[in-house]
């Protein structure tokens, strides 16, 4: 920009009025310009601005420390922030092209669902839309919302944990609203060239067929929400490695676990499934139909209790199930009986539950923890290897949050991880333990300087996953240190050196890095509201139990407000 020169002499001076906007209508543009071409017009319509984004922040919750309290604020504006910008490409990233991701789809809903949840209906449903029928999903997200294409270049990558989070999205949704109806809605499956989970590519498939999954006959084939779900589930259950726990493929929710392809395993994900599965139960249980309506080629997946033990047969199944939807499938559907559904998904989620109690539990002789991963040669990752306590942050969320683990079992994980993986100056619980080695049998992690990045650092969202697990099982002491820690860290600006809100993770100097590319805010303000102060939906009614602590009456007294169901509700 560029304005005339001009002379002032002493006590003269003058104004600029400089306007930027957006519109998607240019005709509308010079009446909008003339809304604000005086000072006075522009003066009178700031406070108008300020006030629009003050409301997107609709919840309230209080410990009488104003300072903490005005801090918590942008954490709620945080995912409102990266729905504007993507969650990379900015200046202090180091790679992308803006955007969001699949997780991101589902978790910015979570904050959504607390503070706006008027559009998050159409958004689950419109989102089920790039699951295919072989329980993967698209991984390139359109401009528009439902929007899927292509994976870029006929890449084939699976992400394995991509599948477990649209039913914690969805069932948060049931919680808070009460509209099992939302699971009985049609949505269409996305269709590429990458069939049978990233293995293989369908031939027949060109790009001018389009990205829906049809039927034989050319018809776009649509199943209910319901049906995605069980899909993207029941697939994940069969697709499992040597040591029968699911297969990592090219990464779980670390992204930089990402080269143990072929003989990597994720624990940590097998536990999150068993709870989607346990999850699915109880919906089935609410929802109250006799019957479910899916189609004819999902019922291949159920049954099977009699090879539970045996990877091969499950992967045989899974093969045999992908072979009748790999480029087109029947179009027919069938009456499930619900009880006799319900039935078999528990018989699924006990036994991996089980399973990974009795092969997955390390020690170090003074107290234990999850074995979360197998590397790329089929070799477990955690536990005291060549003398070195090796511990993961991950491994242990999944196990507590869903109930894999016993409550002494979760205790000890907590010693542990206060032992091997806390360290208060850089923000709290670090990613994982030194291992000492560029193993990079598992994935470009060990290639960072240990803690920088996904070696070691301090990263937010597991942090307070791992804060959320800890309360949903009893352990809001514990809960509350990784939270508490993780938020004075970013408050200290003179060490974090950040934008107010969560960053992706903190470094070895405790810098915080990356302030949009997480869902950590999301996941704490869920945590905070949800299980700190305790209001909640459970299945559309209101619930309220508190698990604060003392030390969290900053100003002797605390409140909590938010939207539910159309009212204000909370507590002060």
């Not at 803006?98 to 159409?122: E, K, S, T, Y």
């Not at 499934?273 to 109880?282: I, P, Q, R, S, T």
């Not at 087109?328 to 528990?346: I, Q």
């Amino acid at each position: 920009m560029a304005f005339d020169a001009v002379t002032l002499a002493p006590g003269e001076s003058t104004q600029y009025v400089v306007r930027f906007g957006l519109t998607q209508e240019a005709g509308t543009l010079p009446a909008l310009m003339n809304v604000l071409d005086t000072p006075v017009k522009g003066g009178s319509r700031t406070g108008e601005v300020r006030q629009h984004w003050q409301k997107l922040v609709n919840v309230e919750f209080a410990t009488g420390d104003s300072v903490r309290d005005n801090y918590l604020k942008w954490v709620c504006f945080q995912p409102i922030l990266r729905r504007i910008f993507g969650c990379s490409f900015l200046p202090y990233h180091d790679y992308g092209k803006g955007g969001r991701g699949w997780r991101d789809l589902w978790q910015d809903c979570l904050a959504l669902l607390i503070m706006d949840p008027g559009d998050v209906r159409g958004m689950i449903v419109d989102n089920y839309g790039g699951v295919r029928m072989d329980g993967t999903n698209a991984t390139i997200i359109g401009e528009k919302q439902g929007e899927f294409v292509a994976d870029r270049n006929n890449i084939t990558r699976v992400w394995m944990d991509h599948a477990f989070w649209p039913l914690v999205t969805t069932e948060f949704y049931l919680n808070q609203t009460g509209d099992f109806s939302v699971l009985l809605e049609k949505a269409p499956y996305f269709k590429d060239r990458q069939i049978r989970r990233g293995m293989a590519h369908d031939d027949m498939w060109q790009p001018a067929d389009g990205s829906r999954q049809r039927t034989a006959d050319g018809t776009v084939y649509e199943g209910t929400v319901l049906e995605h779900i069980l899909l993207e589930n029941l697939c994940a259950f069969y697709d499992v490695g040597a040591h029968n726990e699911l297969r990592l493929h090219n990464a779980d929710w670390n992204d930089a676990l990402d080269m143990a392809a072929d003989k990597g395993e994720s624990v940590a994900f097998t536990n999150a499934y068993a709870g989607n599965l346990h999850g699915l139960v109880k919906i089935l249980q609410k929802l109250g139909a006799e019957k479910i309506t899916v189609a004819q080629e999902l019922t291949a997946l159920l049954g099977h209790d009699d090879i539970f033990d045996d990877p091969t047969a499950k992967n045989d199944i899974l093969s045999r199930y992908e072979a009748t939807c790999a480029h087109a499938n029947s179009g027919r559907t069938v009456e499930l009986d619900t009880a006799a559904l319900m039935t078999d998904l528990t018989a699924k989620a006990n036994w991996m539950q089980c399973h990974v109690r009795e092969t997955e539990w390390v020690t170090d002789g003074k107290s234990g923890w999850l074995n979360g991963y197998y590397d790329n040669h089929g070799q477990p990752v955690e536990g005291v290897v060549n003398d070195l306590p090796r511990m993961m942050l991950p491994s242990q969320v999944f196990g507590i949050m869903y109930g894999t683990t016993t409550a002494e079992q979760t205790a000890e994980i907590c010693r542990s991880a206060d032992r091997y993986l806390f360290e208060e100056k850089i923000g709290g619980y670090r990613l994982n333990t030194n291992f000492k080695e560029k193993k990079l049998d598992l994935g470009r992690m060990f290639g960072f300087a240990y803690g920088e990045k996904e070696n070691g650092a301090v990263f937010s969202h597991m942090t307070v996953m791992y804060a959320n697990a800890l309360y949903q099982r009893g352990f809001a002491k514990e809960g509350a240190k990784a939270l508490d820690t993780l938020l004075n860290t970013a408050m200290d600006f003179a060490v974090s050196k950040m934008y107010p809100g969560l960053p992706e993770y903190f470094n070895n100097d405790g810098r915080g890095l990356y302030p949009y590319l997480t869902g950590a805010a999301s996941w704490y303000m869920l945590t905070e509201i949800c299980w700190v102060y305790g209001v909640r939906g459970e299945w559309g009614d209101l619930v309220i139990a508190p698990a604060l602590q003392k030390a969290q009456f900053g100003g002797g007294s605390v409140s909590v407000t938010l939207p539910l169901r159309g009212a204000r509700c909370g507590y002060a």
